[in-house]
């Protein structure tokens, strides 16, 4: 009975009390005996009442059952159910809820699964990562990472990126990311204690749906033995080049003597000296080459930065080129603009152009024509070399900055050349942070243009 007071039946209670209030009212005038008017109206309510509790049950208990099932299945207890034993649209509807219910936890264990699986993948990788987000905040940085750099995931989750990470290169990276948009690579040296790490960063934009810009992810490779093998292939090279420079240069001296007191030889002892002068010569321009490589390559590498008009250098260089363009009949006009300063290596730019004229005079043929001509805009500063001679064929094209490729080996090798020339511009170039750009038309000629940046700041090839 105490139930009938109770919250959600209570409002139903009060309504029948009012119907049977409104029929005693009504029937008060028809019925004179009280007797049978309180008859009445008590028959009115306990129908009345046996009704709605039979309703109660029916429906309005079944349906509360169902929304608190739903309530719980909304909070994530997928284990939440509802059970009611009849064919009709409750019972329909409790079947309903029910498989929802199922269906939704499975859908989440897979879902666990998944970003279980993903987290170990992250957390085990051997790379460090760090996700930032588009206004510069660490959002994830994992167990590599922080093997690598230290601290604890909460010391940099929840920062700023330039506040916890304190490399300038990392800084770079990111803004670099931000600014263009696409993957940026990176290398820089990293002490943890004593140890030296030599990492590779490769900042990778993320982008939604509408490819707006969301962050960025930072992957940081652990490159130390590769690069300590490189640096023992770079060291091997610059020895042995070191230790035979001596000994070729004693050979190619000896040889030069001996061939200047020739005169009482026999021709076929002669021409054995002259081979042994020209192959000495070959050899100590290979080794003088792999020793300007070396020290280009040189961690510790700086260039002498001084600021001179290109016009100046040209002047240097022409004398050292003359005999040869006269050798071979060419033509040589040059074509730079007035007081063309820049701010560079002297002797690196004054390398860059001997090789590049060097390689158009041997691969010209006589009475050809090679043209210098130096330009400037606000940034840079553009020397071209331009010959008529015989091209580089398109697929030899992106190959030729290799060390000892040679388009024709038998030909470059009757010019005395070793293949590195270009490679020695390449190196130069890129430390100089410039750019070079080839053309080239077989049996029309080539044109090669070095961009350099007007003023070159020191820079650290590893940087
Ligand atoms: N101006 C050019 N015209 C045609 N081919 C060229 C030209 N410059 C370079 N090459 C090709 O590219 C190759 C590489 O040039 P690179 O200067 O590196 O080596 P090299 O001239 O053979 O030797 P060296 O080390 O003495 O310069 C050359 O062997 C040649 O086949
Ligand atoms: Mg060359």
């Given at each position: 009975m105490r139930f009938l007071f109770k919250k959600p039946i209570f409002g139903y209670v009060i309504g029948i009390f009012l119907v049977v209030a409104f029929t005693a009212i009504l029937l008060s005038f028809l019925i004179g005996h009280s007797f049978v008017l309180i008859a009445v109206l008590l028959i009115q309510f306990i129908v009345l009442l046996l009704f709605l509790l039979n309703f109660y049950d029916r429906f309005i208990k079944p349906v509360n059952k169902a929304t608190n099932t739903i309530d719980e299945i909304v909070k994530g207890n997928y284990r939440a159910r509802f059970h009611h034993p009849t064919s009709d649209s409750i019972g329909l509807l409790s079947t309903k809820i029910n498989s929802l219910a199922r269906n939704l936890s499975e859908i989440s264990i897979q879902e666990q699964m998944q970003s279980e699986q993903l987290s170990t993948i992250i957390e085990n990788t051997q790379s460090g990562l760090v996700l930032i987000d588009s206004k510069g905040y660490i959002h994830f940085v994992n167990k590599k990472f922080i093997t690598l750099f230290?601290?604890?995931?909460k010391a940099y989750q929840g920062y700023l990126y330039y506040d916890v990470l304190n490399n300038e290169i990392i800084h770079e990276t990111v803004q670099k990311t931000f600014l263009y948009e696409r993957n940026i690579k990176e290398e820089f040296t990293h002490f943890k204690g004593l140890d030296k790490y030599y990492i590779e960063i490769v900042g990778a934009p993320i982008f939604d749906d509408r490819n707006i810009l969301k962050g960025a992810v930072l992957v940081l490779y652990d490159i130390t033995e590769m690069k300590k093998l490189e640096l023992m292939r770079k060291d091997f090279v610059a020895n042995v080049s070191h230790e035979l420079k001596t000994p070729i240069t004693s050979i190619k001296g000896f040889a030069e003597t001996l061939l200047d007191n020739s005169?009482?030889?026999?021709d076929e002892n002669k021409e054995f000296l002259e081979i042994i002068y020209k192959e000495s010569n070959r050899l100590q321009l290979l080794i003088e080459d792999l020793l300007i490589l070396s020290r280009l390559e040189k961690e510790n590498f700086q260039l002498v930065l001084s600021t001179f008009d290109v016009k100046e250098a040209i002047h240097e260089i022409t004398p050292i080129i003359e005999h040869k363009l006269t050798e071979k009949k060419l033509s040589f006009s040059t074509d730079v603009e007035p007081n063309v300063e820049l701010t560079a290596d002297k002797e690196k730019v004054k390398q860059i152009m001997l090789n590049l004229i060097d390689n158009a005079i041997n691969y010209t043929p006589e009475a050809g024509e090679i043209n210098l001509s130096a330009a400037e805009d606000d940034e840079s500063i553009y020397l071209q070399i331009k010959d008529t001679g015989i091209g580089i064929a398109k697929e030899s094209l992106p190959r030729?900055?290799?060390?000892?490729?040679?388009?024709?080996k038998a030909r470059s090798r009757n010019t005395g050349?070793?293949?590195l020339g270009l490679a020695i511009v390449k190196h130069i170039v890129e430390v100089h942070d410039g750019d070079i750009q080839i053309e080239s038309e077989v049996n029309e000629g080539t044109t090669i243009t070095v961009i350099l940046p007007k003023v070159t700041g020191s820079k650290n090839i590893l940087d």
């Open positions: 230290g601290n604890s995931s005169a009482d030889q026999s030729i900055f290799e060390r000892f490729y040679r388009v024709d050349g070793t293949g």
